[in-house]
């Protein structure tokens, strides 16, 4: 077996070709992302100016997951930003799948939800999942995720097969 060092990092500037790539590859290797074999759609200069601006957002973040160079995994925080909903995070989160299964998700999950209860900024986090992502569902409640609702015809496969999906939230802190 060859042992790999992985690290976490905030994303910077000078990652965004590796974050595009990644996201080109994890659009291919899974279509339980919305995205699809098409690709990526932010240019590399869209994506520096992204990550410099998260980098100085207390309420924005973006924690990759890497082995060298190479990005393997991504979870992504974002907010409005009017008043009345910018204590809400919403959470993308993609790992290779050659890293499935090594608790890649679960570190970078755990990591957002200490910078969410350490900033003390963030009354809440959500995402939408696939239904049928069971493994994914599963990872999202073991760190406190409650399904909250369901979205009838969410997204759609290839072959356009309609897909439900769950809402899920976290409320961080006594916010």
Not at 92 to 111: C, M, N, P, Q, T
Not at 113 to 127: M, N, S
Not at 160 to 171: A, C, Q, R, T, V
Request: proline share 2%; hydrophobic share 45%.
């Amino acid at each position: 077996m060859i042992k790999k060092e992985i690290f976490f990092t905030e994303a910077e500037a000078t990652d965004a070709p590796a974050f595009i790539t990644f996201m080109n590859q994890v659009a291919t290797e899974t279509d339980f992302l919305v995205m699809d074999d098409t690709g990526f759609r932010l240019s590399r200069q869209e994506m520096e100016v992204i990550f410099e601006a998260n980098l100085s957002n207390p309420r924005q973040l973006c924690l990759l997951a890497k082995c060298g160079e190479e990005v393997i995994g991504a979870i992504n925080v974002k907010t409005a930003s009017p008043s009345r909903i910018n204590h809400i995070g919403g959470i993308f989160l993609a790992v290779r799948k050659d890293y499935w299964g090594h608790g890649l998700g679960s570190i970078l999950l755990e990591e957002v939800l200490a910078w969410a209860e350490e900033g003390q900024v963030l009354g809440r986090l959500e995402l939408t999942v696939q239904i049928r992502n069971e493994r994914a569902v599963q990872l999202y409640q073991k760190v406190g995720f409650e399904i909250e609702g369901i979205q009838k015809r969410g997204a759609r496969t290839d072959a356009g097969e309609w897909l439900d999906l769950y809402y899920m939230g976290k409320l961080i802190g006594d916010k």
